[in-house]
């Protein structure tokens, strides 16, 4: 400051660099850490190395150069331009501690007051003492440091600088059969709730998959590599193994389906986590240029929220655990494919991941559409993040209004069996929609005229487990193990007539030698399968693997008949196809029947919804998942399934989950019958007891 008391340019430079060092300490530096720690939503978003580095330049110095904008306005105002500048330097410490609360769980009656006590003190300090703001000067060095090592030394590095691997295409002259290739690769798939009690696919609950093993080869006892995805399909397209540190791209793995069709096969892949090919041909699944870039700029502001805010803060904020970008474009429930579909061709026009399966399914009408009768050789290759959570679809493919993300698994499984059922139940609705994907994509084949010439490949990444209390992707010893590796994988080579099941110990890396096979391409040397058409040692030894470490998968039984019979203690036999997911409790024989209408009040009793989000159901609006919140007496648990909820005076469920709670804010959920309640005028609470057989009906009040 000079004797006027102005500010000076020595005083403007000072102030510079200390608003870049609050914003580093505070903001920049725990999002470059964090998206250096997970490259792989990067590859996600398809960015390049020029939009990595203005990423990172952006992250590091866009909001201190505007915000030393308007403190150059500030100039002829000495008082305000202190002020101003001092108060990133406050914020900065305060974002710091906010991070450092989150990590360890701190409450925000206790992180809030001290982020604003620490705010308040560091920028009035920083006003008072000379030496003080020269030693916060100093620190905005850490901002060009942290975007160097972000660039140089993080995982983002590999992504960014890896040089682009030399052509391994297979010359057009070395096929002797260049088929349509049509390979579908589903998320995140529970192979045991997809099976009936024989061992077979669920015809009731799953039509087109039970179809295919009437018209493909079913191979039964197929593992997936890797229990994440940014392993698991990499390795499947390249036919690699889950050992080493690859990332998702061309450079860690130069050898692919994608590189060695390039010369032969139009290539047509939607890729939303890995990115894999690098053909001009292959369409981006991220808008391009730097409306790409700012969605990014979206996602990371959401992370950082997370980062920062307290717990009952965050919630508020687009969940960040079940996806790879997009958090806050999520669209709202989407009309049946039957009815209006408004938002959905918007949507398609992202080929992206949003928030919301919905998406996903107009991302898979998009790209069954360019199957066509006259097209030149052609890969299609889709990941759909479907069956992937979050859980909001039922068969008919309506969404309901998942608005309470706790419930799923995040990332373990609750602890509370009537919870981790609800899981399952809801990830079994949504496979369901997943498997009316299949269905219009053999429909497609047929009406192109393409069905006897083509390759169908239909498989998923990897499962997911709802024991509960576990954690749902970790693999361990036992039946998790089982749910995280199998998976389910449907061939179908050119001019196969009649279905087969094979119990075969095969893998997900054997998909690529087995097609290359069929075109008649010289075997792939380096390749970590075998070709399928020949015979697999029963005693073939599997490998799976998670965060880089293998271990033996067993080859010689099918473990996974012990997962299918614990899913039908769970659920009984209630009835065919979905009535055994809706009769649930002691209970369940109402599942069905109308409420007696003689039905008495019951007094200390209240219900309100919390979903869905109001008591009326509204037209075409489908419900599945109720959440509902209970005031009971005192003393006077509520057990599970002992509150039944009944649509238009028809029971289409059972809630529960209160762990013996009693007293007010009850909370109990419940999977209902979206086929009559989405029919109905609204829901209605009933507490059922006495004896299963004879039981008495009365009426909870509705708040």
Known sequence: MNRRGRVGRSELAIAAAAVTAGWTVGVSQPILDLYGKNATVL????????????FALLV??????????????????????RIWTALPVGAGVAGAWLVVARQHALTGFVSMPVAAALLSVSAIAYTRFTALRAGVALMGLLAPVSVALFLATSSVARVAWAAPSASVAIPPTRLVHTPSIVWMVFDETNLPLLLDRDGDIDALRYPNLAALTGSATWYRNAVGIDSLTPRAVPGMLASRDGSGTAWPTPADYPVNAFSLLADAYRLDAYEPVTDICAAPSCLPNMLTGARSLWSVFDDAAVVYGTMVLPGVLARHLPPITHVWGGFGSQAGPTASSTGT???RATLAKFRRFSHGPAQQLAVAEEAISRIARDERPTLHFVHLLLPHRPWELVPDETAYDDNDDSEQPQPRVPRAPWLAHDLAARFALQAAAADAVVGRVVARLRSEGLWDSAILIVTADHGINFTPGTVARAPSAGDELDELYRVPLFIRLPGQRAGVVSDAPVSTVDILPTFLAALGAPPLQEAAGLDLAAPVPASRARTVWASGVGRPFDAASLTISARVSSYATWFGDQGPGWDRFFARGPYRALLGTRIPADAAPVTGYRAHAILPGSERVADGQSVSLVLAGLSTPRGRPVPDGSIVVASGGVVVGFLG???GASGAGVRVEGVVDWRTAGRAAGLAYYLATGPASSPTLQAIARG
Do not use: D
């Open 43 to 54: 590859t996600a978003a398809k960015l390049g190395r020029g939009a990595i580095i203005e």
């Open 60 to 81: 590091a110095f866009a909001a201190p150069l505007a915000w030393m904008a308007i403190a150059v306005v500030l100039l002829r105002l000495p008082r305000a331009f």
């Open 341 to 343: 579909t408004q938002g």
């Open 657 to 659: 989950g209160a762990g």
